[in-house]
């Protein structure tokens, strides 16, 4: 079907204490693919985020006494109902973020499996000393309510690992989207409604102003935010000068994949394409430069181009696209801009470096080669179908480049000898680092980043021990 033809979406709505809340005010939501409004989504009020702050504290009180087997089994039921519901989520998702339809079900279904992977997991106390003298316990209190502001690159994926990790360790959540994407985690609010205790999972739309009192509000213990440093940064200070709240941020990346000399040109290139291009370059830890040996630069850029050029770009509703459109008119100025830049500084695109000549916010899959550190493009995080090409002699004038950076999420390292790469990548200042892999997370494994690309760990048993207090407990001997 194409997406021309589907009708104008209803109106959204907010959950509050497991029912419908109308919305007083609202905004347009923009389909990408036509860069024209389909649907409109509520604009909370202060008003409606105190009453789903009330209710999410009411909800937390019952929740915390629930025993970790029972929480565990009504989350399951939760996953299931996700999943019994992945057509409808998807091409609502593919309609606001305009990802292929098939990624679109693919993030649902991750979606459904970080709450299965989540709950695996049980914060029991630890005895930390037990003499004669009596015995010391550590235990994990929940914080109370979380809030979770999550960006529109993954919308349904990402506000559900934040507010999976703040239920089983016993809190409740009020999840904000992007004003962006807001509908399909709306209508996971609805989903949640139907196999969650009433107020355990409210979900309310708005823009930043709506960010901005979630980070202030003395009601809130925590807040959970996925998105870019500059946006995490007023979080951080917001929260801080409120009630001191704790947070947990993953923020932005520009990820090096080093690629050596003995590396396996023909075998690594869809590797590192996908892993740059992937969701169109939208995603934190996609590779966002290339340090390749001088020794191998042409012929990866020629495998890269062939990729590019054969790489299917459209509508994503459209039979076989592999690529959507950037997500937002913001975003797509600004990677516009980036590549713009990177040409006049002596960039030159080996493949890509435009808008294709069609509605929605499209920019062919680009290649660029020819810069260097002091170009935008190589420095900042481009979070779009961009791909710079540098080059480097030896491996330790690479590592240093690298690592010469604010940002620290994701690296990897791309070589004939794996043990050799491994070394290498021991070497590199980033929160996770591949070998001759990149991409790809697990609820099982913790994820985030050094330096300014966040604040703590989410995922695994580290990231669910962030969503809760640790208590330390002096007891008499047994």
């Known amino acids: ?18 029912k419908p809340v109308d919305g007083t005010q609202f905004f347009d939501v923009i389909n990408p693919a036509t860069a024209s409004p389909f649907a409109q989504a509520p604009d909370a009020s202060r008003e409606q985020l105190d009453q789903a702050v009330e209710a999410a504290r009411k909800a937390f009180e019952s929740w915390r006494a629930v025993p970790h087997e ?43 499996a970080r709450i299965e992977g989540l709950v695996s997991f049980e914060l029991t106390p630890e005895t930390l000393r037990s003499d004669a003298s009596g015995r010391v316990v550590l235990d994990y209190q929940p914080l109370g309510v979380v809030g979770a502001i999550a960006p529109w690159n993954s919308p349904l ?70 998105g870019s440093v500059a ?84 509508d994503g509703f459209e039979p076989g696209v592999e690529l959507g459109p950037v997500q937002n008119r913001p975003q797509f100025e600004r990677v516009l801009g980036l590549i713009k830049d990177a040409l006049a500084r002596g960039g030159y695109a080996l493949a890509g470096g435009e808008a294709l000549d069609r509605p929605g916010y499209f920019i062919a899959p680009t290649v660029i080669s020819g810069v260097a550190e002091g170009v935008r493009l190589v420095d900042e995080e481009q979070f779009g179908p961009v791909l710079p090409l540098l080059t480097f002699t030896e491996v330790e004038e690479a590592v240093t480049r690298a690592n010469a950076t604010r940002f620290g999420l994701g690296a990897s390292v791309w070589g004939g000898d794996p043990e050799r790469a491994a070394e290498i990548a021991r070497r590199l200042e980033a929160g996770t680092v591949w070998v001759n892999s990149h991409g790809g997370s697990a609820p099982q494994i913790p994820f985030g980043g050094f330096k300014e690309s966040g604040v703590g760990r989410g995922l695994g048993l580290i990231g669910l021990k962030s969503y809760a207090e640790p208590r330390v407990l002096h007891l008499p001997p047994r």
């Open 1 to 18: 079907m194409c997406l021309q033809s589907l009708p104008m979406e209803a109106a959204a709505t907010h959950t509050i204490d497991g």
């Open 70 to 112: 029972r929480r565990r089994e009504i989350l399951l039921g939760f996953a299931t109902a996700i999943r019994s519901e992945t057509e409808n989520l998807a091409r609502l998702l593919t309609r606001e973020q305009g990802k292929p339809l098939a990624a679109a079900v693919r993030e649902v279904q991750a979606t459904a």
């Open 157 to 226: 994926v990402l506000a559900t690992q934040i507010a999976a990790q703040a239920l089983v360790a016993g809190n409740s959540v009020i999840v904000k989207p992007s004003p962006f994407t807001p509908l399909a985690t709306l209508r996971l609010g609805q989903i949640a409604a139907r196999t969650l205790p009433p107020g355990l999972f409210n979900t309310v739309s708005g823009g930043n102003e709506l960010g901005r009192w979630m980070t202030e509000h003395p009601g809130i213990e925590k807040i959970g935010f996925v």
């Open 231 to 314: 946006t995490g940064k007023r979080v951080l200070a917001s929260a801080a000068a409120s009630n001191l709240k704790r947070v947990s941020l993953e923020l932005g990346g520009n990820d090096a994949a080093i690629v050596l000399a003995d590396a396996d040109i023909e075998a690594i290139a869809p590797q590192l394409f996908w892993g740059a291009f992937v969701n169109s370059g939208q995603r934190c830890m996609a590779v966002k430069r290339v340090l390749v040996h001088e020794s191998v630069i042409d012929r990866l850029g020629a495998a890269l181009v062939r990729l590019a050029n054969q790489a299917k770009v459209g």
